[in-house]
């Protein structure tokens, strides 16, 4: 584990997006989520980690985006899937 995310170059979304509907895969598949994830290479929506599918952090995996933010209404917290770091992303 790293003492900070040595990944910030990848980061190309910070915003999230209006009306988010949900996890994007598990609307897919008819599944449920506990708290939502936002890439923040692409903007794909997953679920968490405490969710049954963790689609957020397998899309970073599949996808080499390692950073992922709190799509939850008032976080502004990040996490370095690789780093296993968490930290604000200050614009």
Do not use: Q
Not at 14 to 39: F, K, N, Q, S, T
Not at 60 to 84: M, Q
């Amino acid at each position: 584990m790293s003492a900070a995310c040595t990944h910030t170059d990848r980061i190309e979304i910070l915003e999230l997006p209006e009306g988010i509907a949900g996890c994007e895969d598990c609307l897919a598949i008819g599944g449920r989520w506990v708290h939502l994830r936002m890439c923040m290479t692409c903007g794909k929506i997953g679920c968490c980690d405490s969710s049954p599918n963790t689609h957020a952090t397998k899309h970073a995996h599949a996808a080499d985006h390692p950073i992922l933010r709190s799509a939850e209404p008032g976080e502004d917290w990040s996490w370095c899937v690789i780093d296993e770091v968490a930290f604000v992303v200050t614009p």
